[in-house]
């Protein structure tokens, strides 16, 4: 399910988009260099990004599963560029019609990967499983000549009630 190509298929600017045929409608930034509590500060503004967006107060059970989904990802990508790429530098949150899209921009050399030597019922290295399993995809953006990265991904939007 989850992959690190580079972007998602007809991807070929700085603009998240969801698909091909369907651009990001609204992307949401927010800087996090040199800020404290980052991973608390970026849940809060998806918070606020999916109550604009009417996902929030929720009008059903999986309208709520689905927005707890986004705050999950965001956190577990935030910590993630704070554990082990030197903090995050900005978080984007774009929405179309059928999906959401989180990024998370880092200085960081490395690359997500799932660990393989996670184990279950422990603390740590279960961030990754995560992301895989909530979304519906998710990679690795690495722009030529630039230091970092950033990780994307896609979840799915709730469906109408």
């Known amino acids: 399910m989850g992959t690190t190509r580079p972007r998602p298929a007809g991807d070929h600017g700085a603009e998240p988009q969801v698909t091909a045929e369907e651009p990001v409608r609204q992307v949401r930034r927010l800087r996090l260099i040199g800020t404290t509590g980052v991973v608390s500060r970026a849940r809060e503004f998806t918070r606020q990004a999916l109550h604009d967006w009417g996902w929030l107060p929720a009008a059903d059970d999986d309208q709520y599963a689905a927005a707890e989904d986004v705050l999950l990802v965001v956190s577990e990508l935030v910590t993630n560029a704070c554990l082990h790429a030197g903090g995050p530098e900005e978080l984007r949150v774009g929405r ?66």
Not at 121 to 132: C, K, L, S, W
Not at 139 to 152: F, L, N, Q, S
Request: hydrophobic share 35%; aromatic share 4%.
């Open 96 to 161: 179309g019609g059928k999906l959401v899209r989180v990024e998370v921009l880092d200085r960081g050399s490395g690359t997500p990967a799932l660990r393989t030597t996670r184990r279950p019922g422990r603390p740590g290295g279960h961030g990754m499983f995560i992301v895989q399993r909530l979304c519906l995809d998710w990679g690795v953006v690495r722009e030529p000549d630039a230091a970092g990265k950033t990780v994307w991904a896609e979840l799915g939007t709730p469906t109408p009630s």
